[in-house]
């Protein structure tokens, strides 16, 4: 059974850090490029970050460009997000999203979300 749980959202004031975490399981995770989006109140979710299978090309919104930072574990089947400088602009649900390659069917699978909440 695939499963993607998100972990590590929360309050945080402007210009302070969360790290989120996304467990994977079910899946060859390796294989699949990992992505964070996210959804603010009233807004369409949005790309965060993408990081490839191997972790060699990675992509930022350029809303978050230099302030985020996504990796991966592919020992431990983990995906983060390290945020700081936060503004309330990045208040919204995250979400961890697995993509397969095309030549492995391209199945999609998406977390259920953690909330971060920039305020003072």
């Known amino acids: 059974q695939v499963q993607l749980v998100e972990s590590g959202g929360g309050l945080v004031q402007p210009g302070g850090s969360l790290r989120l975490s996304c467990a994977a399981s079910g899946f060859p995770f390796s294989m699949y490029v990992m992505k964070w989006f996210r959804q603010a109140p009233g807004k369409e979710r949005e790309l965060v970050a993408t990081?490839?299978?191997?972790?060699?090309?990675?992509t930022y919104a350029d809303a978050v460009k230099d302030r985020f930072t996504i990796s991966r574990d592919n020992a431990k089947n983990m995906v983060d997000l390290q945020m700081n400088s936060l503004e309330s602009e990045d208040t919204a649900v995250y979400y961890c999203?697995?993509?397969?390659?095309?030549?492995?069917?391209?199945?999609?699978?998406w977390g259920q979300g953690t909330q971060v909440t920039v305020s003072s």
């Open positions: 990081i490839t299978g191997t972790g060699e090309t990675i």
């Open positions: 999203n697995a993509k397969a390659p095309r030549w492995f069917g391209g199945s999609d699978y």
